[in-house]
């Protein structure tokens, strides 16, 4: 039987977009939706705040963030690694 309490983690895969914040950076996502009267694929891009806690991580590079508890308002992301 599961955990109730445990919860699966998300990875998503995206590029670094700012690295101004002291360990932290902004990771924009993009995927493609289907719209569904027309049924053409359009672009969605999302931009997450993830903590980088060495600052190693610069503007550009393709990196994974995985889902994590709060770490302040805004930031409930963690940089995994590099794609």
Do not use: C
């Amino acid at each position: 039987m599961d955990n109730p309490k445990i919860k699966i983690k998300r990875k998503l895969k995206g590029v670094i977009v700012s690295d101004k914040m002291q360990k932290t950076v902004v990771v924009s996502i993009t995927r493609l939706k289907k719209h569904p009267k027309y049924k053409k694929f359009y672009k969605i891009t999302n931009r997450f705040k993830a903590h980088d806690e060495k600052n190693e991580y610069k503007v550009g590079e393709r990196v994974i963030i995985q889902e994590t508890r709060p770490i302040s308002k805004e930031k409930h992301w963690r940089v995994a690694g590099r794609v």
